[in-house]
């Protein structure tokens, strides 16, 4: 009878996941809709880039998932269970001896699961900041630390510009010896290079 168990476990679940995934998508285009329209003004008036809007959508995105689960997962048992309910096909399980409370463990399992999803979305994501609502507040803090950002990388290509360009008109003697036939004793290595140029006056790093 366990081929015959795991049999029915699959096909419940085959009817459960269909709506469940179905609802699960729909109510988070739902509400992903009802947060660009909340933060419209906000977008348009910051004139926000689309990589930017992606990135609060996707930060966004496990505030809304810990909503959608659950009714996704309460929409696909009600679908689910009403059509087996429907075309009598509980009455005929019932009626080979299969309890009530075995047909539910497929259900009870699929809701652990998703309630063990729920949960690490609710207690590491959200609390550890892997995650934010897009809220004023927090559109105010990134757009800061993101002009910060960008000042410091604009100021470190500056440097490095003027620092380009300050090499570029740059010309250095290094003197070595050599014999008759004009071949160096040795060689000029990158030591060399470093100390002419600290010489005239620009610091180098030596490596």
């Given at each position: 009878?366990?081929?015959?168990f795991?049999?029915?476990?699959?096909?419940?679940?085959?009817?459960?996941l269909?709506?469940?995934?179905l609802?699960?998508?729909?109510?988070?285009?739902?509400?992903l809709?009802?947060?660009?329209?909340?933060?419209?003004?906000?977008i348009?008036?910051?004139?926000?880039?689309?990589?930017?809007?992606?990135?609060?959508?996707?930060?966004?995105?496990?505030?809304?998932v810990?909503l959608?689960?659950?009714?996704?997962l309460?929409?696909?048992v009600?679908?689910?269970?009403?059509?087996?309910?429907?075309?009598?096909?509980?009455?005929a399980?019932?009626s080979?001896?299969?309890?009530?409370?075995?047909?539910?463990?497929?259900v009870?399992?699929?809701?652990a699961?998703?309630?063990?999803?729920?949960g690490?979305?609710?207690i590491?994501?959200?609390p550890?900041?892997?995650?934010?609502?897009?809220?004023a507040?927090?559109v105010?803090?990134?757009?800061?630390?993101?002009?910060e950002?960008e000042?410091?990388?604009?100021d470190?290509?500056?440097?490095a510009?003027?620092?380009a360009?300050?090499?570029?008109?740059?010309?250095?003697?290094?003197?070595?010896?050599a014999?008759d036939?004009?071949?160096l004793f040795?060689?000029?290595?990158?030591?060399?290079?470093?100390?002419a140029?600290t010489?005239?006056?620009?610091e180098v790093?030596?490596?």
């Amino acid at each position: 009878m366990k081929p015959l168990f795991a049999r029915l476990d699959r096909y419940v679940l085959r009817e459960i996941l269909g709506p469940l995934g179905l609802g699960f998508l729909v109510y988070t285009f739902i509400l992903l809709l009802q947060f660009l329209f909340t933060s419209a003004e906000m977008i348009i008036r910051r004139g926000l880039p689309a990589p930017i809007v992606g990135q609060l959508v996707l930060y966004s995105l496990p505030n809304i998932v810990v909503l959608t689960i659950p009714m996704a997962l309460l929409l696909g048992v009600l679908v689910g269970v009403g059509r087996l309910a429907s075309d009598s096909e509980l009455v005929a399980l019932r009626s080979t001896g299969i309890s009530v409370y075995r047909l539910l463990r497929p259900v009870i399992l699929l809701s652990a699961v998703l309630t063990l999803v729920n949960g690490l979305l609710m207690i590491y994501l959200l609390p550890q900041g892997k995650a934010t609502a897009a809220t004023a507040e927090n559109v105010a803090a990134f757009e800061a630390r993101r002009a910060e950002l960008e000042k410091a990388a604009a100021d470190k290509k500056a440097s490095a510009e003027a620092r380009a360009a300050q090499l570029a008109e740059l010309e250095v003697t290094i003197t070595a010896s050599a014999g008759d036939e004009g071949k160096l004793f040795g060689s000029i290595g990158t030591h060399d290079i470093a100390d002419a140029l600290t010489a005239s006056g620009v610091e180098v790093a030596k490596s």
